[in-house]
């Protein structure tokens, strides 16, 4: 894979790496799709099921949090594009995070739960809160066109730092949240007056799906720690304007 464009000194990630994380990084969605639809009642917005916050919730904070830090590694496209690549995959992050919660706010109100009990959900609000903390003081500080570039220069770093920390933060709230959806789901098959057994396949898909989220996840630590991943030029490495 190389560059587009003579700015550019091409993208030297290996081929077979790329695929991996492409692959990796649509299969939880696509898994957790299957699950609730199959074997947790569908897809539905009628607070008889939480399903949805799931699908939302990975699909934005695990998917495209990652396709958008990734950006300025994979994609062998100008800086201008690749910036306002990484804004749009935010703001679908943000809108696939706000519906899953809204999702289950509704289906705790129908059912008459409290909300933000459990420790997974506390870890879901403070993902939230720092990735609307952060998504914000990103656009003041990298597009807003009165920013000092003094200004810009030394924000990067930890602009970078904390936005790895909330993907982090929010893989980790998943893998939370998978393990929560499973162990419900065992109560609910022991208060059916069935048995462990009934339910193997389940078990074994939600265990998937949390292996494969925690192997994407360290797959986007890898190539972050590879600075040889970049598509930014020898004399714009270090440039401020993501």
Request: aromatic residues 12%.
């Amino acid at each position: 894979m190389r560059g587009v464009g003579s700015e550019e000194r091409g993208v030297h990630i290996p081929l077979w790496l790329f695929v991996l994380y492409q692959l990796s990084s649509v299969l939880p969605t696509f898994l957790i799709v299957y699950w609730m639809w199959y074997y947790r009642d569908g897809l539905v917005w009628d607070g008889s099921a939480p399903n949805w916050h799931p699908v939302l919730m990975v699909t934005g904070l695990t998917y495209f949090t990652s396709q958008s830090l990734l950006t300025f590694r994979l994609l062998p496209f100008s800086r201008a594009v690749k910036k306002a690549l990484h804004v749009i995959l935010h703001l679908c992050a943000a809108t696939c995070s706000a519906i899953g919660l809204a999702a289950v706010v509704e289906f705790h109100k129908k059912n008459g739960h409290a909300n933000f009990l459990s420790f997974h959900s506390w870890c879901g609000l403070v993902a939230l809160v720092l990735f609307a903390v952060q998504f914000l003081s990103g656009c003041c500080t990298f597009l807003y066109p009165g920013a000092r570039t003094e200004h810009r220069e030394a924000c990067l770093p930890y602009h970078s730092m904390i936005g790895l920390g909330i993907f982090g933060l929010s893989a980790l709230t998943s893998l939370i949240g998978i393990n929560e959806k499973m162990q419900l789901a065992l109560h609910d098959c022991r208060e059916c007056n069935g048995t462990d057994e009934e339910i193997t396949s389940e078990i074994v898909l939600a265990n998937s799906v949390g292996f494969i989220t925690l192997g994407f996840s360290c797959l986007v630590f890898v190539i972050v720690a590879q600075r040889r991943y970049t598509t930014f030029p020898q004399r714009q490495k270090h440039s401020l304007l993501l």
